[in-house]
Nanobody
């Protein structure tokens, strides 16, 4: 099973930027979907952005135009560039590895706090 480790979270002021990384213990080239999700206190986990094997991306409406997901199969890493951050983006961000009809795994999460 592929293990995922997220990094890059932290405290940032509104309007600032962060880049999250998700490093996999194995190849992500076989993953049908790699994704970023987030969970704020008291809320359910929600999709932020996903990228399919062919490169097709999908974003939550709340982050379109501000966040960009990218995958580097050679480095077995998925990134989430987050710009123009807002306080409502505060959450724990999780990375997901998914093989449709097969296996999947989640990372342990990285905290993102947007506050002045």
């Amino acid at each position: 099973q592929v293990q995922l480790v997220e990094s890059g979270g932290g405290l940032v002021q509104p309007g600032g930027s962060l880049r999250l990384s998700c490093a996999a213990s194995g190849s992500i080239a076989s993953a049908d979907v790699m994704g970023w999700y987030r969970q704020a206190p008291g809320n359910t986990r929600e999709m932020v952005a996903t990228i399919r094997k062919g490169g097709t991306t999908n974003y939550a409406e709340s982050v379109k135009g501000r966040f960009t997901i990218a995958r580097d199969n050679a480095k077995n890493t998925v990134y989430l560039q987050m710009n123009s951050l807002k306080p409502e983006d505060t959450a724990i961000y999780y990375c997901e590895y998914l093989v449709i009809g097969g296996s999947g795994s989640w990372g342990q999460g990285t905290q993102v706090t947007v506050s002045s």
